[in-house]
């Protein structure tokens, strides 16, 4: 590539992908990994929308089959499992445990739910569902003295935004090129070929051309085909926020709640970071800028007041210590409730002129791996020469442990380095790739100035080289949830680390 540009050729690419969330992500690296040279372009940070923003599960979407979304539950259930072998420092399972509310749905038609949501995808690491007395049982204790019932099933929990850079990471390893921080101004198809121009935060343009072009701009799907390739689709994206408060831990053990509510919505209750509880999510129409979303108080108080209802401890508004709001942009179906819009995807392929545009309508975190495979297998006919399908049994950076073992890799690496500060953060952030990071280390020392909760300016400046971070914030919120331990002092510091680094 070097020698072409400096020889004053341009570089073709086979695939140009708009978008750095989970989709763009998932599809640069299967692109790449198929013999295909591809560049990613985001224009703001890696997962800065939509993917950062979600309930942070991998799930097959138990209340997707009361819409009858079979197929869509069934995938999600089998890549449940795929996901939990590719990255098990960044999937676990998870334990939730669902009160009966008897005039909400009756017992018999949770047990019927249940029963296929074990069954659908080939369940084999995961164990099945099972009824408990919340009078008897320690699941229970947290519980409102009204609910005397419950089933408990299993799922999985996932760091989201982790799992998009994890997969623009390892899209980079095998050759792709990822430009954070760069929009893709406009769009023209020329002699067979797209012409694209590219334009950096610091208003510096470049022209690149491209094979053919992947839309996965998320919220911005519709604008991009309106304003930068100036196409038309027949498929629309609709906007729908969902918001997420964080409170001080409402409850001992490692299960997580879904609650169901009057309006026959569910809210979730996860145990997050240790030391708090994430509860979201609502699903309100959005038309205003994906830029731009922030919960309402009257989302806070919705939430609150669900978990008020099932729970012994009261919820309120002043309990929150931090929240978020993230635009889902679901395929439209024209399902009037915004709760009941599919999360099920669906593709534009044009082909217009003989260079293809392929545009992402929906999607969900869980069935990205199998989206992007998907999307490669549509634009194949138009790129002779790709490979074939190789993600299922690849793993993520970090995830390459013996039987996707976390536990004893763990206990591993704590036997290796029995000096690393937060070793359990460390190898659920990194996986196998701490020994890229901490490199020939021996000690806490060698690791530069520690800001608090073991994040070192050696971890930091990782971040920076090999993960695309440009500023605290991509740190804090996104690489990580530091943002919700470190105090202000802290923060000042790495923000002042930014500023020398420049």
């Not at 926020?241 to 979730?268: C, M, T, W």
């Not at 009257?298 to 931090?322: I, M």
Request: with cysteine; hydrophobic share 40%.
């Amino acid at each position: 590539m070097l020698r072409a540009l400096f020889s004053g050729q341009r570089v073709v690419y086979d695939l140009l992908v708009i978008g750095g969330g989970i989709n763009g992500a998932g599809i640069a690296r299967d692109a790449q990994g198929r013999g295909l040279k591809t560049l990613l372009v985001e224009a703001r940070d890696l997962a800065s929308a939509t993917s950062s923003a979600s309930s942070k599960l991998i799930h097959g979407g138990l209340r997707y089959l009361e819409q009858y979304e079979f197929r869509l539950v069934r995938e999600a259930l089998i890549e449940r499992e795929v996901l939990l072998r590719m990255a098990p420092h960044i999937v676990s399972p998870l334990t939730f445990v669902l009160p009966h509310r008897p005039h909400l749905r009756p017992a018999w038609m949770i047990r019927i739910g249940l029963f296929l949501y074990d069954h659908l995808g080939g369940r084999e690491r995961l164990p099945g569902s099972y009824g408990i007395d919340c009078r008897t049982h320690p699941f229970g204790v947290p519980l409102s003295s009204t609910i005397s019932r419950a089933f408990v099933y299993s799922d999985c929990w996932v760091d989201d935004a982790r799992m998009v850079v994890l997969n623009a990471r390892d899209a980079a390893d095998r050759g792709a090129e990822i430009r954070t921080r760069t929009r893709c101004a406009e769009t023209r198809r020329q002699d067979g070929l797209w012409q694209a121009r590219l334009v950096e935060e610091n208003g510096t343009a470049t022209e690149v051309k491209a094979r053919a072009v992947v839309n996965a701009a998320g919220p911005w799907v519709n604008e991009v085909l309106g304003q930068v390739v100036r196409a038309n689709s027949p498929k629309h994206v609709r906007l729908i926020k969902g918001s997420h408060i964080v409170v001080p831990r409402l409850h001992d053990g490692g299960q997580a709640y879904i609650l169901q509510n009057e309006d026959r919505r569910i809210v979730f209750v996860l145990p997050y970071e240790g030391r708090f509880s994430l509860i979201g999510t609502t699903d309100e129409p959005f038309d205003g800028d994906p830029a731009h979303v922030a919960i309402t108080p009257g989302e806070t108080s919705y939430l609150c007041d669900v978990v008020t209802r099932h729970f012994r401890s009261r919820v309120a508004p002043e309990d929150v210590v931090w929240s978020y709001a993230g635009v889902r942009p679901l395929h439209d179906d024209a399902n009037v409730k915004a709760s009941q819009v599919t999360r099920d995807y669906a593709f534009d392929l044009d082909t217009a002129s003989g260079a293809p545009l392929l545009s992402i309508f929906g999607g969900k975190i869980t069935t990205f791996r199998k989206l992007a495979e998907h999307a490669l297998d549509k634009l194949a006919p138009h790129l002779p020469g790709m490979g074939g399908a190789w993600t299922e049994g690849a793993t993520l950076p970090g995830g390459a442990m013996a039987n996707a073992d976390f536990e004893t890799f763990l206990a591993d690496l704590t036997r290796r380095r029995p000096w690393l500060p937060e070793p359990r953060r460390l190898a659920r952030a990194y996986g196998t790739e701490v020994d890229r990071l901490f490199g020939d280390a021996r000690a806490a020392a060698d690791l530069g100035r520690d800001f608090g909760r073991g994040f070192t300016e050696r971890e930091l400046t990782y971040l920076v080289e090999r993960e695309w971070a440009r500023m605290p914030e991509d740190v804090l919120w996104r690489r990580s949830k530091l943002g919700l331990h470190l105090d202000a002092t802290a923060k000042t510091a790495i923000e002042d680390w930014f500023t020398r680094r420049g």
